[in-house]
């Protein structure tokens, strides 16, 4: 199916700063709303940050949520850094497409939609309803051996998601949430968040789905020979393509579209946290557009929380990815939005904050 070629270039070029002026105008409100002063703590926060994205106080609804899950192989996976068969991934896209998996259950429940796209499955996917053919190719290289991707292909895949962001906000999303499906696409987060934080491989790489000890060795083995022949003075978009993966670039593109198009995009774990240390390479003011969603257990994600200086929502010991995270963070959002344009302050109750 056709791509839209340029389209991430044309959304880095949308992107501007958050409003600083409706965030202090939010916070003076909140300031006088009919409660002791920061006595919703992060709430308050958040909902000064949504009125930043949009630029307007009180903030709009961030619904109707959009969720994209951006799925894709790796060929790292030759290395037995995870215990499961790479054709996992084309079966979960059967289940994400046909709505039985967890993302989707919790989609559901938060009214969001779900949309699978096939940014670089290794295998043939069948077509099915809420399933879009972006395939960029057929899974990355070994990052361990050689580049995962060449410049042409991590381009292609940061376009593949900076379109899906604006169509999915042309079609009436008012908040994107971040979503991917990858049999060892942790291994490549790791290598990602090595190489944007600093850190060595042995700190940032995690168990993944629960592998045990040899596997984990022969993953933080994998991370080290892939920075090994990454320069990683290069510049982002080469890193991505030396040690990423197609949905990882997808989901980079992703966020930088929501900043684009000034929605707010909640951010899940490891996997989508590797995208936002790209994204942010390539174009800062997206983390003003960003909410991290959860604090996964997985090191890496760790990581890269305290390396962009994020606080999540919640912190519930998810490690499934999906955008599972994400979208029970959804709530929470809402909750900011409604507060400041719902509760009453303190002289509509007669009272004075002295």
Known sequence: MTRRPGAFAAARLAVGPVDEAARGATTARLD????????LGRLEVLAAQLAAIAGTTPPPLPRPAAVAVFAADHGVHAQGVTPWPQKVTAAM????????????????????SVLVVDVGVATEVEAATGLLDRRVRPGTADL???????????????????????????????????????IAN?????????????RPPVEVTGRGTGIDDDTLA????????????TDLTAGALPVLASVGGLEIAALAGYLVGGAAARVPVVVDGLIAGAALLVAAALEPEVLGFCVAGHRSPEPGARATLEHLGLEPVLDLGLRLGEGTGACLALPVLEAAARIVAEMATLDDVGVSSG
């Open 32 to 39: 006088r709303l009919a409660k002791p002063r920061g006595s």
């Open 93 to 112: 896209v059967a289940v994400l497409a046909g709505g039985g998996a967890a993302i989707n259950v919790l989609a559901r429940q938060a009214g969001a």
């Open 144 to 182: 361990s051996v050689e580049p995962a991707m060449t410049l042409a292909d991590a381009t292609a895949a940061l376009d593949v998601g900076a379109e899906v962001a604006g169509r999915l906000v042309e079609d009436g999303a008012r908040c994107l949430v971040t979503g991917e499906m990858g």
């Open 186 to 198: 942790t291994t490549a987060s790791a290598a990602l968040v090595a190489a944007f934080t600093g």
């Open 218 to 229: 022969r993953k933080v083995a994998a991370v080290e020979r892939g920075l090994a022949h």
